[in-house]
């Protein structure tokens, strides 16, 4: 009885584990600070997110801050024009574990 106690208890966590890194956007990458091009994998309005899948086959997560401009054609723009599919040019800063996007540049 306490092997399948044990069992459980283990495909559970598994199951957590699993879970929690689809969440949590599993299979993103951490790059170092600088600027890369790359196009719009996912696109979350909801949280200000964006995914961008880099040329070199990355996938960055981006969460929009107060301080991360967007611009279009030289001139700012709204988050609302971003969509999937889209070329973008991004400087990011790297804090720690995550990616913190300082300018998003749409490239069409």
């Known amino acids: 009885m306490k092997r399948i106690t044990n069992y459980l208890?283990?495909?559970s966590l598994a199951i957590l584990f699993v879970v929690t890194l689809a969440a949590c956007g599993g299979?993103?990458?951490?790059?170092e600070s600088g600027t890369y091009q790359g196009t719009i994998d996912k696109v979350e309005p909801e949280k200000t997110e964006i995914y961008?899948?880099?040329a070199?086959?990355?996938?960055l997560e981006l969460y929009f801050t107060d301080q991360t401009t967007l611009t279009q054609n030289g001139a700012?723009?709204?988050f609302e024009v971003l969509k999937k599919g889209m070329k973008v040019e991004v400087e990011v800063e790297k804090v720690g574990k995550r990616l913190d996007p300082i300018a998003v540049r749409v490239l069409e």
């Open 9 to 11: 208890s283990a495909v």
């Open 27 to 31: 299979g993103t990458d951490v790059v």
């Open 52 to 54: 961008v899948k880099t």
């Open 56 to 59: 070199d086959n990355k996938k």
């Open 76 to 78: 700012p723009a709204d």
